[in-house]
């Protein structure tokens, strides 16, 4: 405590009570009225009490100088971390991170009262289930709304970043958009290394690839002009999509026949399971069911 330890009327030490809202002491008896007893709870000395400073009004002020302190030594970035813009933003209490309201995920419509963590801090964005680097990882710019705004008012466009991924133990197929807040939080190490190679990006240099010449050669051979703009056009190549071989199948009771396939171009390491028919994509695999039936041939 930094209350004086003794008396302010006679200057001598001994039993005596602290003001609770400065660091003045008193003996009872010395108090105008004397007390007979210490009182409880909060007590404010008879100079306190004649300036008006109560318990209460020390709290604000208090307060108020650990806002301004934390004011003048905010270090939270001055830009929204989906889409690199500034304005209004949210900052959350436990890192330097700041957001728009309408960029969160879902967005928030209401600043809170309390302390705000953001969705790095708590893992309240839905996970990405583990997003993986098989594919060149791409990036694009979509427009957001803003439910901040009265029905029919627009503003904008503004912008937010997403990030095509390969997920983990799935094939290309399945390749999507995430939006980038999601892959960093749930799949930080990937995020980061994405970034790093974006940022570490160079113009590369003219070079003649025999191999890369008949890579291209490959991917021209099982081109399919259906799948450019959903999958070609984002570094996802022909030949990843096309069955090489069925290595072996399961079925249990109640389910769908699945065959474990190997995809050309691509190790063992990487074959997936995929359902016999009705798939959201078996339509799409060149020669699916004659894969299926020389595997049962030659089985």
Known sequence: TDHQDYCEVCQQGGEIILCD?????????????????????????????????????????????????????????????????????????????????????????????????????????????????????????????????????????FKTRELFVKYDGLSYWVCEWLPELQVEVHQSSLWRCYIKKIGDARQPQPTIDIEGEEDDEVSRRYYNPKLEQRYYKYGVRPEWLCVHRILNHQKEKGTPMYYFVKWREIGYDQATWEVEKDGEYTHLIENWQQHIDNYWKFR
């Open 21 to 157: 809202t400065c660091p003045k002491a008193y003996h009872l008896v010395c108090l105008d009225p004397e007390l007979e007893q210490a009182p409880e709870g909060d007590w404010s000395c008879p100079e306190c009490t004649k300036n008006g400073i109560t318990i209460r009004t020390r709290q604000a002020a208090a307060a108020a100088a650990a806002r301004q302190a934390k004011e003048e030594d905010d270090n939270h970035m001055e830009y929204c971390r989906v889409c690199r813009d500034g304005g209004e933003l949210l900052c959350c209490d436990r890192c330097p991170s700041s957001y728009h309201m309408r960029c969160l995920i879902p967005p928030m419509t209401v600043i809170p009262e309390e302390d705000w963590f953001c969705p790095r801090c708590t893992d309240t964005v839905p996970p990405a289930n583990g997003a993986d680097t098989g594919a060149d990882v791409k990036q694009r710019l979509i427009p957001i709304l803003d439910p901040n705004l009265p029905p029919g008012v627009t503003r904008g466009p």
